[in-house]
Structures are given as structure tokens and as C-alpha cells.
């Protein structure tokens, strides 16, 4: 088992947004127990851990693969195709998929805030002509 520290792991599902950097399978699973909720996403290495390991021929020292940095969140299909056919994995190929995945995360979340900021908005400026009109502002005089 790697030693992967719980700090580069928090990162890792953090900016990862809970979903597989390939397919964007949602990580995590609600059961209807309230102690059954299960997660199922996997921090796969990008360079191996060990020089045994699928793209296991680095120059990284063992601490830099298992750093956030040469991670990436996959969901276990996708981690296991990734490791056994990893001629079509190349290192690079990985890094590029979780620099887009973790960018899709951050726009996609961000259109969501400014949704809510929108209705937010919305809400207040109703509220606001409710008053005026009940209240009867538009005829006072300073």
C-alpha cells in the first residue's frame, strides 16, 4: 500500500470534485444506512509508484510519486485500464487529463456560484421593488 499523505489525498478529491478524471463517474455513494455511504474512486499513480509499476520508470523520488502532484483520481475501471494497457497511458497523456479534469471542476462550479449569485440577486432586487410599491416610495416628497 503507498504512503500517500492524508493532505495530498484532501487535495487530490478536492479539486477532483468527487468524479473520475476520465469518465467523471461520481467517487462516492450514498446507501440508504446513514453509516453505508462508500467510496469507490481510487488515487491512481501517475508515474508508478514503484519502478515495477506501470509507467514505473521515473526519475521521481519515491516521496514527489506519492505527492498530489503525480496523482490522479480515477474511478477503478479506469484505474485498472490505465495500469494494464499503459502503452495508451503514457505519463504525459495523464498529466494533460488531470490538468483538464481539475480545470472542468473549478468552471463548472464556478458557473453554479454565479448561478446562485444571479437568483441571490434576483431574490434581493424583488424584494426591494415590493417594498418601494407597498410602502408607497415612488410619491414621497424629500
Known sequence: MSDIKQKDIKILWGRSGNRCAICKALL???????????????QAHIAGEKESA??????????????????????????????????????????????????????????????IQIARQATISSVVDSAVNLCQLEGWKN
Open 28 to 42: 462516492t455513494q450514498d446507501k440508504k444506512s446513514v453509516t453505508a455511504s462508500t467510496t469507490f474512486g481510487e
Open 54 to 115: 506501470a509507467r514505473g520508470s521515473s526519475i521521481l523520488a519515491l516521496e514527489e510519486r506519492n505527492s498530489y502532484h503525480n496523482l490522479i483520481l480515477l474511478c477503478p475501471n479506469h484505474h485498472t485500464e490505465v495500469d494494464n494497457q499503459e502503452e495508451d497511458w503514457p505519463v504525459e497523456k495523464l498529466h494533460k487529463i488531470k490538468s483538464e479534469h481539475e480545470l472542468w471542476v473549478t468552471e463548472t462550479l464556478s458557473e453554479t456560484l454565479d448561478r
